[in-house]
Every structure is written in structure tokens, then in C-alpha cells.
């Protein structure tokens, strides 16, 4: 997936106490519900995206490309192509990209608890 194409994307540093630098691409560009935000994220080689507290809305994490790792609470999940990973209303979630030399694409889809 070529996430570059979708314009500018919004760069995030240390991005909740982590490391490095996430870019973000908003990709739903109206209102979908039950969907909330499509994000396409990549975060840069090395880098972490600190742990924090998933407060409004559940989503899933789907990884693009890379070699990487979603922490939701306690429990480590696998973050390469084609992993899905479920976090919770109340769970807290941390990336980690554990390559030194690639960066890790992934999306985050939020949706409104049913």
C-alpha cells in the first residue's frame, strides 16, 4: 500500500512518551458511521509509540508492512502484513517497529462500540 499517495501527512514526534516520529494520514474524509477514524499510519525505523489508554472509541490495528509489535495491556501481538489486532474501549495499546533499517505501515480503524 502506497500511503504517500494520500497527501501530507500529519508528523507526530515522540507520540505518547514514545520514540521517533509517526506520520499520520487521515483517510476517511467524511462521516461513516459506525466508523470513527481510518488512520494510515508509519512510524520511522526504531521508533515506539509510547503506551496510552484507549478512551473513546475501540479500534482494530492492521498491519501493512514491516516488521513490528502492538503491547494491548499485558499481552504481545505480532505486527507484520496482514495482522489484526483487537484493542478495547479501556485497554491500552503500544507500537513498537523493531527494525532498525525499515519503517512500519500500519491502519487503525475506530468505530462506535455496538
Keep these: 500500500m502506497e500511503i504517500d499517495s494520500k497527501g501530507a501527512p500529519d508528523p507526530r514526534q515522540n507520540l505518547f512518551g514514545g520514540v521517533g516520529t509517526v506520520k499520520v494520514w487521515n ?3 467524511r462521516s461513516a458511521p459506525p466508523f470513527t477514524a481510518v488512520l ?3 512510524l520511522e525505523p ?5 503506551r ?3 478512551e473513546e472509541f475501540p479500534e482494530i490495528v492492521v498491519g501493512i508492512e514491516g516488521l513490528g509489535e502492538a503491547v494491548v495491556g499485558k499481552q504481545q501481538f ?3 502484513p496482514g495482522d489484526v489486532v483487537y484493542l478495547p474501549l479501556g485497554e491500552t495499546l503500544e ?12 491502519l487503525i480503524i475506530k468505530a462506535r462500540e455496538a
Design 52 to 54: 496510552h489508554l484507549q
Design 27 to 29: 483517510l476517511l474524509r
Design 78 to 80: 505480532g505486527l507484520r
Design 95 to 106: 507500537i513498537i517497529n523493531h527494525s532498525d533499517t525499515a519503517r512500519l505501515q500500519y
Design 46 to 50: 526504531g521508533g515506539r509509540v509510547g
Design 40 to 42: 494510515a499510519c508509519e
